[in-house]
């Protein structure tokens, strides 16, 4: 007669939260938001750093990347935003975000003074869109 297998302990609906995975996507979220400020503000006006500036628009890409990664990561049942009324916030944040940044464009059009709109031109439509993209992250989420 075969040995019975030991069973491992049922896990609890609430997993615990993980401070790596919360702190990385923080993280990656604020350093992705400050890079495209300090391009816009600072290196767009003189120059410098010069290596910073010859990667031209792709720094948008960088932050706008990390920015997208921080919110996917925090969509993690082990993050705070990642269950309960956190994922439908995450969702709805995100979906609306994507929604006001597009409207924003349209309705300012090609003539605005406002910073980061202006200098991406046509790509707030992707940058629009990606907000939109992580709202669907969350919402695979959503129980």
């Not at 400050?34 to 628009?57: I, N, R």
């Not at 046509?122 to 629009?128: E, P, Q, R, S």
């Amino acid at each position: 007669m075969p040995k019975p297998r030991s069973v491992a302990p049922h896990r609890t609906e609430r997993s615990q939260t993980s401070l790596v995975r919360t702190a990385l996507a923080a993280v990656l979220a604020v350093a992705g938001i400050a890079w495209v400020v300090f391009y816009d503000v600072a290196v767009v006006d003189d120059g410098t750093p010069k290596q910073v500036a010859d990667l031209g628009s792709w720094n948008f890409l960088l932050g706008f990347g990390a920015l997208f990664l921080g919110l996917a990561l925090a969509a993690h049942r082990s993050t705070p935003l990642g269950r309960g009324r956190g994922v439908v916030v995450g969702m709805l944040a995100c979906f609306l975000l994507g929604l006001l940044w597009i409207v924003v464009y349209y309705v300012t059009g090609q003539t605005t003074a406002i910073p980061i709109i202006s200098a991406l031109g046509n790509y707030n439509l992707l940058v629009g869109i990606g907000f939109m993209s992580v709202g669907f992250v969350y919402a695979t989420k959503w129980e």
